[in-house]
């Protein structure tokens, strides 16, 4: 149906599209694990749109933060269109480094509208009909379920002693990191005491300052993959926690890059396929 080019800025995807009514190109960091769509306030009110409703939205810590929403009449990339968007109103500068502004980010409201391919190889979406994933495409098939509107999926790690653990993880094309532990795995699991510290981020979230601790595992399994090594985080405020079932934690970009990419969210089916140069 369509094929969107995207661009890489601090290991997040970034696609353009326009809003109904404007000529403005529209910068979207797009992001399997965003479960809404969130605009930048500044950009609301450039575009005159009024918040009509106060609601919750939650990040990594679990925490809510209360933010106006409206529905946009629609949003274009390229060839798609989606009408009647909701978004959240959020300020995104955070995001905006190196003199590239970010307007909002996007994941679930278009993996439920299509079947997406992310091409890591040619640094693409290739977006389908959705129904069923098309013939021959490439790759292992790996089943995810969802936790809340986020695909989750069983992976396995190996730490330095040897111990193999498994846990299900959300999976995030914009996470920038490799795996994200919740807090209550690790501390479940003693991994603070079992993995060594490499060095430490300071990173401002929606409500807070959070102090991360990076480390490295020997390896990560997801199906019949496996990579070697990996790099891990986590930070005692992050708990991204599940509606049902324990969650391990996120599996983000820094994994991710070594594989195209196909979702099909209404069928929960997952298709892998590593990159040549990183096999």
């Known amino acids: 149906m369509a094929i ?61 933060l209360m933010v106006q929403t409206t529905t946009l009449n629609a949003l274009y990339f390229k060839q798609l269109r989606l009408p009647f968007v909701k978004v959240y109103l959020e300020d995104l500068t955070q995001f905006n480094t190196g003199g590239y502004k970010i307007d909002g980010i996007i994941g ?18 290739v977006f389908y009909r959705a129904g069923k994933t098309p013939p021959n495409t490439p790759g292992q098939q790996v089943p995810f379920r ?35 532990f919740n807090w209550p795995y690790v501390d479940k699991h003693k991994l603070n005491v079992l993995l060594p510290t490499i060095n430490t981020d300071r990173v401002q979230d929606m409500t807070k300052t959070l102090y991360y601790i990076n480390s490295n595992i020997p390896s990560l399994q997801i199906g019949n993959t496996v990579i070697k090594p990996t790099p ?33 969210y209404a069928q929960r089916e997952l298709y892998l396929e590593q990159i040549a140069a990183q096999r």
């Open 4 to 64: 969107l080019p995207f661009q890489l800025i601090n290991d997040n995807l970034v696609i353009s599209g326009i809003y109904s009514g404007s000529t403005d190109t529209l910068h979207f960091i797009f992001d399997t694990g965003a479960e809404v769509t969130t605009l930048h306030s500044d950009l609301a009110n450039k575009l005159q749109l009024r918040g009509n409703k106060i609601m919750g939205v939650s990040g990594t810590t679990n925490g809510m």
């Open 108 to 125: 679930v409201d278009l993996l439920k509208r299509y079947i997406v391919k992310i091409d890591h190889g040619q640094h693409q979406l």
């Open 146 to 180: 969802l936790n809340f509107t986020t695909p989750t999926i069983e992976a396995v790690i190996t730490l330095p002693d040897g111990q193999a653990l498994s846990g299900r993880y959300h999976f995030t094309s914009g996470g920038n990191y490799g795996i994200l």
């Open 232 to 264: 891990v985080s986590y930070c005692k405020d992050v708990n991204d926690s599940g509606a049902l079932s324990e969650m391990a934690g996120s599996i983000g970009y820094d994994v991710w890059k070594q594989f195209n990419i196909t979702v099909n």
